[in-house]
Nanobody, 122 residues
């Protein structure tokens, strides 16, 4: 059964760092770009960062000003989000997503995790 399980959330002081993880159990026959999204209370879910299926290309929301770094392990089973110089506005529920790029038709188009909560203290 395919699962995306986020972890690493918690409370962090403003200016501090936190690393989120997303353990995946995606089928090896299917190729996925991986994403981080976040949702702050009362707002829509928003894009945070993306890494390509081959791990060679990354992109992040301009608003983050380079404070967050997305990566994945060589086995492509774990996705990370390194959050540095965290700000109060980074407090949100963080979700990982897998979006299909190639593979057999039976590969599902996308998967979402359940999220991990990040709170920021002054």
């Amino acid at each position: 059964q395919v699962k995306l399980v986020e972890s690493g959330g918690g409370s962090v002081q403003a200016g501090g760092s936190l690393r989120l993880s997303c353990e995946t159990s995606l089928y090896r026959e299917c190729s996925y770009d991986m994403y981080w999204y976040r949702q702050r209370p009362g707002t829509e879910r928003e894009f945070v960062s993306k890494i390509s299926a081959d791990g060679q290309r990354t992109s992040s929301a301009d608003s983050l000003e380079g404070r967050f770094t997305i990566s994945r392990d060589s086995a492509k089973t774990t996705l990370y989000l390194q959050m540095d110089n965290v700000k109060s506005e980074d407090a949100a529920m963080y979700y990982c997503k897998a979006a299909k790029t190639s593979g057999p038709k039976w590969c599902r188009d996308e998967y979402w995790g359940q999220g991990t909560q990040v709170t920021v203290s002054a």
